[in-house]
């Protein structure tokens, strides 16, 4: 089995460390040895600390430079050693802490910043201590504070990186922002936090590019953040005609909205007037996105389900009332023009085949034409159902809910037919029916369909078999949620009759 990054790390620190430590428990001996029987040699010796001939006499200058020399190098080569068994130590812990314990525990997103700032400081503070230790006659602290011309170098050398080092550390203080946060700029430029160091933050903009901002800069800017694990706001605007009724529009762009996917089912959407502009009404949508960084998508979603509601209930946008139109007239369709089309539509429907164009056209007479948008359900199980649909053009999904995620189970596409279950026998949706393109459907309503039926009980019988074939599809094995069918064959047809009174 390969070895793991820990077991890697952990054998070159052992073998680093050990051999340093070593050299460090040798040094006394190596020093004593020159003690003892190299300076003698020279007629020098060692008192407290200082180097005197072995008369108590100052030494001569050549033999004390030459000693000096060979005791300075023999401090700095400790000050080395320690330092460098300092820095295995600390980037060991560091590994240990960050990599192993923090990321066991799931917390991956601690920041470089906060790695690199603790290794400096126990960086510094060992250094102090270990030099001290080597040459405590020398003060540290006041060479630091007396060398101003020092200060001026490292300070105008380090300027940007110190300040993006302090700036850095006052953000960590502060966490405005997280990985994964949405951060908008004052300059408008917007995206998704990937990274936080000591030196700046990546932020991926919405058009997939890397924005590189350093602290210095970032603390400057007014930032507007929308917290990764909050419900954040988000508003659209519409308008519409004035002479169009605002509770209505309000209810049922609301629902759409409800409707659309990453559309928070937490909090309802709200529909409000902003405005009476000048050539309509102009509302405002605020709702909740479910995941923040798909906010343009479900802008862009929101707005298309506000055109096809607005489709199906003739609702229209206003256009600006300055602007003088010329040209060709809109094709309007006519109701008669309207009446031939749906008959010829329902004449293609193979249940219908039985009907005269007489019963055809009383049909049409009871339907509306209706334009659903692709991913918006037509009706939805448990409601109560006053209305079957005809497929013009388009297709739908039927889907159960398993489990608590919607399976479909059957899909339905021109010329057919659904809704008839609850209509023809007064129980509440059997499923829900989704679009799964643009879809335009006829919708029939009860009071049409019942003297069709009345005068044609072959076409209650027609029905009645596929309600029962359909329901084979709806049974408890598939879905334990849904009620076992009481009816035989002849139950089924039995409640429709029932239900719309027919002998
Ligand atoms: P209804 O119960 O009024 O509303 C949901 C509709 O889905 C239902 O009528 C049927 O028209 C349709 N439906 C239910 N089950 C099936 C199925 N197995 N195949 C096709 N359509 C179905």
């Not at 001996?29 to 600390?49: A, N, R």
């Not at 035989?488 to 009759?497: F, N």
Request: include cysteine.
């Amino acid at each position: 089995m390969a070895p793991s990054s820990f077991q890697k790390k952990a054998v070159v620190f052992v073998i680093f460390s050990g051999t340093i430590t070593l050299i460090l428990v040798a040094f006394p001996l190596v020093e004593g040895w020159l003690q003892e029987y190299i300076l003698p040699q020279f007629d020098l010796q060692m008192t407290g600390g200082k180097l005197v001939n072995t008369d108590g006499s100052q030494p001569g200058m050549m033999a004390s430079t030459t000693v000096s020399l060979v005791v300075n190098i023999f401090h700095i080569a400790k000050i080395l050693l320690w330092m460098a068994l300092v820095i295995s130590v600390v980037r060991f812990l560091i590994f240990l802490i960050f990599q192993t314990v923090l990321r066991t525990s799931g917390q991956t997103e601690i920041s470089s910043l906060l790695k690199t700032v603790l290794s400096i400081v126990v960086y510094i503070v060992s250094f102090f201590i270990i030099f001290q230790s080597q040459y405590p006659d020398v003060q540290l602290g006041a060479l630091f504070s007396g060398s101003a011309i020092l200060g001026i170098v490292v300070g105008l050398a380090l300027q940007d990186t110190l300040g993006n080092l302090f700036a850095g550390i006052a953000l960590q203080a502060d966490k405005p922002f997280q990985v994964g946060d949405v951060v908008t700029f004052s300059n408008k430029e917007s995206g998704v936090v990937e990274s936080v160091s000591w030196r700046g933050v990546n932020i991926r903009t919405f058009q997939n590019k890397l924005l590189v901002m350093s602290n210095a800069v970032m603390g400057k800017e007014t930032i507007e953040v929308a917290p990764r694990d909050n419900l954040n706001a988000r508003l659209v605007f519409f308008s519409t005609v004035y002479n169009k009724s605002p509770a209505r529009t309000i209810q049922l762009v609301r629902e759409a909205v409800r409707q659309t996917e990453n559309v928070s089912q937490k909090l309802r959407p709200v529909v409000r007037i902003k405005n009476f502009g000048e050539s309509g009404l102009e509302y405002e949508v605020k709702y909740w996105a479910d995941d923040y960084t798909k906010y343009n998508d479900t802008d862009a979603l929101v707005r298309q389900r506000i055109w096809y509601v607005f489709h199906r209930e003739s609702i229209d946008f206003p256009l600006p009332a300055r602007t003088i139109h010329i040209g060709a007239k809109v094709e309007e369709v006519t109701p008669d023009e309207y009446l031939s089309t749906t008959v010829e539509c329902l004449h293609s429907i193979p249940i219908f085949a039985p009907l005269s164009d007489e019963e055809l056209e009383k049909l049409a007479h009871g339907s509306t034409n209706r334009v659903y948008a692709p991913g918006e359900a037509i009706v939805r199980k448990g409601q109560e159902g006053k209305s079957m649909f005809v497929i013009v053009r388009g297709a739908v999904d039927v889907q159960i809910p398993v489990e608590g995620i919607a399976k479909t189970i059957n899909q339905l596409k021109d010329n057919d037919f659904f809704g008839e279950m609850s209509l023809l026998t007064g129980r509440p949706r059997s499923a829900t029916v989704v679009a799964s393109e643009e879809t335009e459907v006829l919708q029939i309503k009860k009071t049409a369909l019942k003297p069709i039926l009345e005068e044609n009980p072959e076409l209650v019988e027609s029905i009645g078999k596929i309600v029962d074939e359909r329901r084979e599809l709806l049974n408890p094995a598939v879905n334990s949620s849904i009620e076992p069918t009481a009816e035989t064959d002849h139950g089924v047809l039995k409640s429709i009759r029932n239900f719309f009174g027919l002998k």
